[in-house]
């Protein structure tokens, strides 16, 4: 699997346009893909959040609370805590004729009000990778959220790809709406 950080996908707040800080801070959310494994995709997504970073922290680091941001996600627990933390999460999607039921035990490593890294332990995907980190922004908070995956079923990248870059930016909506109380 590919070295991967978020920080090498993500930008600083003075590295983007003021076009898309404006566009940001009005609500929308900016979308990246990339190519990332034969039948996996790769999937950026940055929005801006008005509240303050150490409220954002507070609620993305409270694991059970990731199905009310996620509508897929029917399951997620911490199974460990301490410096380095494990998750289990277990997710349903349906696609055109069938429904896929997935499950993943992560490695959860935080860098305190800044970033959070889930490494696949295990789990039904050949490789899954994603990173969350946070940034100041005018009075509010940046967060970015960089997701790579291959499942363990051939659906080609495309699929895939198409699939992450229209329902991130929904997830994240939702996150969005949550963590604000809105």
């Known amino acids: ?10 930008k600083s707040v003075a590295e983007w346009s003021k076009h898309q ?41 409270d694991y059970p609370r990731w199905v009310q941001y ?4 029917t399951k997620s627990e911490v ?6 933390k494990r998750l289990y999460q277990a997710a349903k999607k349906a696609f ?13 490593i935080e860098v305190v009000q800044q970033q959070i890294q889930f490494r696949l332990e295990r789990g039904t995907f050949v490789d899954f990778a994603a990173d969350l980190s946070l940034q100041d922004c005018q009075g509010g908070t940046l967060l970015t959220y960089a997701v ?8 080609p990248t495309m699929f895939i790809q198409q699939a ?13 709406q949550v963590i604000c109380g809105s």
């Open 1 to 10: 699997m590919n070295k991967f950080s978020a920080n090498d996908v993500s």
């Open 21 to 61: 800080q404006i566009t940001m801070i009005g609500g929308e959310i900016l979308v990246e893909t990339r190519s990332h494994s034969s039948w996996g995709g790769a999937v950026t997504a940055t929005m801006y959040l008005p509240v303050v970073r150490s409220h954002v922290w507070q609620q993305v680091t």
């Open 70 to 73: 996620f509508p897929d996600v």
């Open 79 to 84: 199974l460990h805590r301490g410096e380095a």
């Open 96 to 108: 055109l004729f069938f429904t896929a039921q997935v499950e993943v035990y992560l490695n959860v």
């Open 148 to 155: 790579q995956a291959t499942p363990n079923i051939p659906i």
């Open 164 to 176: 992450m870059q229209l329902e991130l930016p929904a997830n994240m909506r939702k996150m969005r």
